[in-house]
């Protein structure tokens, strides 16, 4: 075997160095080329992890999980190996397990961390044998049509009775459809979920679209609803329960776009932390994250340094306060930067109305095709996260044709290239205390940050007085004026 | 009636974001009533061209063009030459519009040769011109205005067998020197503008879905569609083009 393997590291990896040359980013080329050679070459790999592999799948929250479980493992000072997710899953493996090859085919990490499609956790599971298998939640796709979640859950279902003795399944315990999975299963699982007091918010709820038990269709009985079908729930029919979480969140204190407060609870004992990512879709991602690394064995005091250092890929956020009304900035200056805000933005499902403004001077890049190579598509396709786009700065009209063409119906998509007015239309669709998320090039951001210190232009809507506060977010929003575009 | 575009090299040849013209396409022929398919072409196939619609190839940097010369001269050319003869539309855009041409001689004064498509010569310039572009057509059988932004280095001629596309009004066009932008060829346009061209151009992408379709069926017109925000958007990019020609020479030497 070992011969094959060495093969098919050496092969996939001149494949890798032929798409960097031609700047093929994220080809399926290397990991066809390695399997194509020897079609062991992943499980010979990730075998090969000293500390196993950890698959995470589920509807939302993949990305970000996978990343705050890598800072925590990083943390703990084990090695890595991670994929990202694609479109041919075991090929995508194959190669993000070679690239972390040396040239004699031998592994040298710890931990192989895998993100997975729910359709591919069955292929998954057999090509990887993790030692942890982590569902994050199941929402349904939008575009998809009504049926295909049961069959999500079904696969992924199936992918956990496959997994090897010893491994561990995490799961979500506030989502019927993910906990229910652990019924029956003949692997040892650890829950993790909220603990809050009241009735719970109920947001989404009446948007959510699993209300029924999955197992015998009756409708669930909830208790609390934490956000749309995540709560306290009970089946009257087959009497499943929300199971005990081991790993909780407790006393969560949102910090506005900065994060939240509250005390996390493990088997052990409990521990304060502060997380620097906003949303409760972020509190459940830390809580799978900690969760994970726990079952690998890390210790418990280096899940909380591991998560309060966690920084966001999507950096260049500032937050500043309009009267109750936030405004939630992060610079977009080129399609891959964009799409991983997108990634975020469509992270939790959470509300979002969006204000993008693009401008076209020369800080900004003059050339506006680049929008072309936006995935607008996925903003389009997820509508009640995404309720609004208000098209604005020099460029509004690219913007706004540029997601017509995406599929943003008319009803969702506003116009106005003035960026005061723009910022006033936004923040009128905003829920009082809600955040507006301004997504600017470089001088619209500038243009932007004016208005709002300057804080007269619409003294009626906010009330005069807290505007003069907004400049706790004026970091120097980095990046000087990098040209967009995709070539040179 | 289904529409089917060949979207040359997709996978290769997208520069600054060539593949709007392709969702323009696509997503337009479907509010036409029309049932669109892409089919992504790329090296070592070989589909028959007359049996498509409509073709689209975008720009490429050097090394991206370098990669596919071959099979597009060898594998694919004289099925594409045959099918434009044939009267199959046609967009080219940028590095894809030099290489339809007779040849590309580089500074160093190597010839690449081209497909020979375009009677057009392509010689590397100096400088590159870069910036918006503002130019008048009358493909149409009226007079239309195109914009869109250039980028290129290459100086292209055009030889007595080419009609321009347009000639320009602000910024550099085929060279620069003679006001010509663009080719045509019967049904097959070549051109330096990105944009992307045809979401902001959409009488361009409705005149070249007019053509596919009355290939089929013949003497079929297109219905207008509601292009509020089109013609916004090309009325936005014009006098960008206006005032950076105002703003003195800004066009070439960007980089
Ligand atoms: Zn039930």
């Given at each position: 075997?070992?011969?094959?393997?060495?093969?098919?590291?050496?092969?996939?990896?001149?494949?890798?160095?032929?798409?960097r040359?031609?700047?093929?980013?994220?080809?399926?080329?290397?990991?066809?080329?390695?399997?194509r050679?020897?079609?062991?070459?992943?499980?010979?790999?990730?075998?090969?992890?000293?500390?196993?592999?950890?698959?995470?799948?589920?509807?939302?929250?993949?990305?970000?999980?996978?990343?705050?479980?890598?800072?925590?493992?990083?943390?703990?000072?084990?090695?890595?190996?991670?994929?990202?997710?694609?479109?041919?899953?075991?090929?995508?493996?194959?190669?993000?397990?070679?690239?972390?090859?040396?040239?004699?085919?031998?592994?040298?990490?710890?931990?192989?961390l895998?993100?997975?499609d729910?359709?591919?956790?069955?292929?998954?599971v057999?090509?990887?044998?993790?030692?942890?298998?982590?569902?994050?939640?199941?929402?349904?796709?939008?575009?998809?049509?009504?049926?295909?979640?049961?069959?999500?859950?079904?696969?992924?279902?199936?992918?956990?009775?496959?997994?090897?003795?010893g491994?561990?399944?995490?799961?979500?315990?506030?989502?019927?459809?993910?906990?229910g999975?652990?019924?029956?299963?003949?692997?040892?699982?650890?829950?993790?979920?909220?603990?809050?007091?009241?009735p719970?918010?109920?947001?989404?709820?009446?948007?959510?679209?699993?209300?029924?038990?999955?197992?015998?269709?009756?409708?669930?009985?909830?208790?609390?609803?934490?956000?749309?079908?995540?709560?306290?729930?009970?089946?009257?029919?087959?009497?499943?329960?929300?199971?005990?979480?081991?790993?909780?969140?407790?006393?969560?204190?949102?910090?506005?776009?900065?994060?939240?407060?509250?005390?996390?609870v493990?088997?052990?004992?409990?521990?304060r932390?502060?997380?620097?990512?906003?949303?409760?879709?972020?509190?459940?991602?830390?809580?799978?994250?900690?969760?994970?690394?726990?079952?690998?064995?890390?210790?418990?005091?280096?899940?909380?340094?591991?998560?309060?250092?966690?920084?966001?890929?999507?950096?260049?956020?500032?937050?500043?306060?309009?009267?109750?009304?936030?405004?939630?900035?992060?610079?977009?200056?080129?399609?891959?930067?964009?799409?991983?805000?997108?990634?975020?933005?469509?992270?939790d499902?959470?509300?979002?109305?969006?204000?993008?403004?693009?401008?076209?001077?020369?800080?900004?890049?003059?050339?506006?095709?680049w929008?072309?190579d936006?995935?607008?598509?996925?903003?389009?396709?997820?509508a009640?996260?995404?309720?609004?786009?208000?098209?604005?700065?020099?460029?509004?009209?690219?913007?706004?044709?540029?997601?017509k063409?995406?599929?943003?119906?008319?009803?969702?998509?506003?116009?106005?290239?003035?960026l005061?007015r723009?910022?006033?239309?936004?923040?009128?669709?905003?829920?009082?205390?809600?955040?507006?998320?301004v997504?600017?090039?470089?001088?619209?951001?500038?243009?932007?940050r004016?208005?709002?210190?300057?804080?007269g232009?619409?003294?009626?809507?906010?009330?005069?007085g807290?505007?003069?506060?907004?400049?706790?977010?004026?970091?120097?929003?980095?990046?000087?004026?990098?040209?967009?575009?995709g070539?040179? | 009636?289904?529409?089917?575009?060949?979207?040359?090299?997709?996978?290769?040849?997208?520069?600054?974001?060539?593949?709007g013209?392709?969702?323009?396409?696509?997503?337009?022929?479907?509010?036409?009533?029309?049932?669109?398919v892409?089919?992504?072409?790329?090296?070592?196939?070989?589909?028959?061209?007359?049996?498509?619609?409509?073709?689209?190839?975008?720009?490429?940097?050097?090394?991206?063009q370098?990669?596919?010369?071959?099979?597009?001269?060898?594998?694919?050319?004289?099925?594409?030459?045959?099918?434009?003869?044939?009267g199959?539309?046609?967009?080219?855009?940028c590095?894809?519009?030099?290489?339809?041409?007779?040849?590309?001689?580089?500074?160093?004064?190597?010839?690449?040769?081209?497909?020979?498509?375009?009677?057009?010569?392509?010689?590397?310039g100096?400088?590159?011109?870069i910036?918006?572009v503002?130019?008048?057509?009358?493909?149409?059988?009226?007079?239309?205005?195109?914009?869109?932004?250039?980028?290129?280095?290459?100086?292209?001629?055009?030889?007595?067998g080419?009609?321009?596309?347009?000639r320009?009004?602000?910024?550099?066009?085929?060279?620069?020197?003679?006001?010509?932008?663009?080719?045509?060829?019967?049904?097959?346009l070549?051109?330096?503008?990105?944009?992307?061209?045809?979401?902001?151009?959409?009488?361009?992408?409705?005149?070249?879905?007019?053509?596919?379709?009355?290939?089929?069926?013949?003497?079929?017109?297109?219905?207008?569609?509601?292009?509020?925000?089109?013609?916004m958007?090309?009325?936005?990019?014009?006098?960008?083009?206006?005032?950076?020609?105002?703003?003195?020479?800004g066009?070439?030497?960007?980089?």
């Amino acid at each position: 075997m070992q011969g094959g393997l060495w093969l098919a590291v050496l092969a996939g990896k001149a494949a890798i160095r032929v798409c960097r040359l031609l700047g093929w980013g994220g080809s399926t080329l290397p990991g066809r080329v390695a399997r194509r050679v020897h079609r062991g070459v992943l499980r010979g790999l990730a075998s090969q992890c000293r500390r196993g592999t950890v698959l995470i799948s589920g509807t939302n929250g993949k990305t970000t999980t996978t990343a705050m479980l890598s800072a925590i493992l990083s943390r703990a000072g084990l090695s890595l190996v991670h994929n990202r997710t694609g479109a041919n899953l075991v090929v995508g493996l194959a190669a993000a397990f070679v690239e972390g090859a040396d040239l004699l085919g031998r592994l040298r990490a710890d931990v192989g961390l895998c993100e997975v499609d729910e359709a591919s956790v069955p292929a998954a599971v057999r090509e990887l044998s993790p030692g942890v298998a982590l569902v994050t939640n199941f929402f349904r796709d939008q575009l998809d049509r009504y049926g295909e979640l049961a069959h999500s859950v079904a696969a992924v279902r199936r992918g956990l009775e496959l997994l090897p003795e010893g491994a561990t399944a995490v799961l979500n315990a506030d989502d019927p459809l993910v906990a229910g999975l652990g019924r029956g299963l003949n692997r040892p699982v650890v829950y993790f979920g909220l603990e809050e007091a009241g009735p719970g918010t109920g947001a989404g709820f009446e948007t959510a679209d699993i209300r029924h038990c999955l197992q015998c269709g009756a409708e669930l009985r909830y208790e609390q609803v934490y956000y749309a079908h995540l709560g306290r729930y009970s089946c009257p029919g087959c009497g499943l329960v929300r199971p005990q979480p081991q790993v909780l969140a407790r006393d969560v204190q949102p910090r506005g776009t900065r994060g939240s407060d509250l005390v996390l609870v493990h088997p052990g004992g409990s521990l304060r932390l502060k997380l620097p990512l906003p949303g409760r879709f972020s509190v459940y991602n830390a809580l799978a994250a900690a969760s994970a690394a726990l079952s690998l064995g890390v210790d418990p005091g280096e899940v909380v340094p591991g998560l309060e250092g966690f920084s966001p890929w999507f950096g260049r956020m500032e937050s500043i306060g309009l009267s109750g009304r936030r405004a939630f900035f992060t610079l977009v200056k080129n399609p891959s930067g964009f799409n991983q805000v997108i990634d975020m933005v469509l992270g939790d499902e959470e509300p979002k109305p969006l204000l993008i403004a693009i401008n076209d001077l020369l800080a900004d890049g003059q050339d506006v095709s680049w929008l072309w190579d936006v995935d607008f598509e996925r903003l389009a396709g997820a509508a009640p996260a995404i309720p609004v786009v208000v098209a604005s700065g020099i460029r509004a009209a690219d913007l706004a044709v540029r997601l017509k063409y995406a599929g943003l119906g008319p009803s969702r998509l506003a116009v106005e290239p003035d960026l005061g007015r723009a910022l006033k239309l936004g923040l009128e669709r905003v829920p009082p205390g809600g955040t507006l998320y301004v997504l600017p090039t470089y001088t619209a951001m500038l243009g932007l940050r004016r208005l709002i210190h300057r804080g007269g232009f619409a003294r009626p809507f906010w009330e005069a007085g807290r505007a003069a506060r907004a400049r706790a977010g004026d970091a120097g929003a980095g990046g000087g004026g990098g040209r967009g575009g995709g070539g040179g | 009636m289904r529409l089917v575009i060949c979207h040359l090299y997709p996978d290769i040849m997208n520069l600054y974001g060539d593949r709007g013209n392709v969702i323009a396409l696509d997503r337009r022929a479907r509010w036409h009533g029309l049932e669109p398919v892409v089919v992504p072409v790329s090296l070592g196939d070989a589909p028959d061209f007359e049996k498509f619609d409509l073709i689209f190839m975008g720009g490429g940097q050097d090394r991206e063009q370098g990669l596919i010369t071959a099979d597009l001269l060898q594998a694919k050319g004289p099925g594409i030459k045959a099918a434009v003869e044939a009267g199959v539309p046609l967009l080219a855009i940028c590095g894809a519009y030099q290489l339809l041409g007779h040849y590309y001689r580089t500074f160093a004064g190597e010839v690449l040769p081209g497909l020979g498509l375009f009677d057009v010569r392509t010689e590397a310039g100096p400088t590159r011109i870069i910036g918006d572009v503002l130019a008048e057509s009358k493909l149409s059988g009226e007079s239309r205005t195109l914009v869109g932004f250039e980028n290129h280095s290459g100086r292209t001629f055009l030889g007595p067998g080419a009609v321009p596309l347009g000639r320009v009004l602000v910024g550099g066009g085929n060279n620069g020197r003679d006001g010509t932008e663009g080719a045509v060829y019967r049904n097959a346009l070549g051109t330096y503008l990105h944009g992307s061209l045809l979401p902001k151009n959409p009488w361009l992408a409705d005149y070249l879905l007019g053509r596919a379709v009355e290939r089929r069926r013949g003497g079929v017109r297109l219905a207008r569609l509601d292009d509020a925000l089109e013609d916004m958007a090309h009325r936005a990019a014009a006098p960008g083009a206006a005032r950076r020609r105002g703003g003195g020479g800004g066009l070439l030497g960007f980089f």
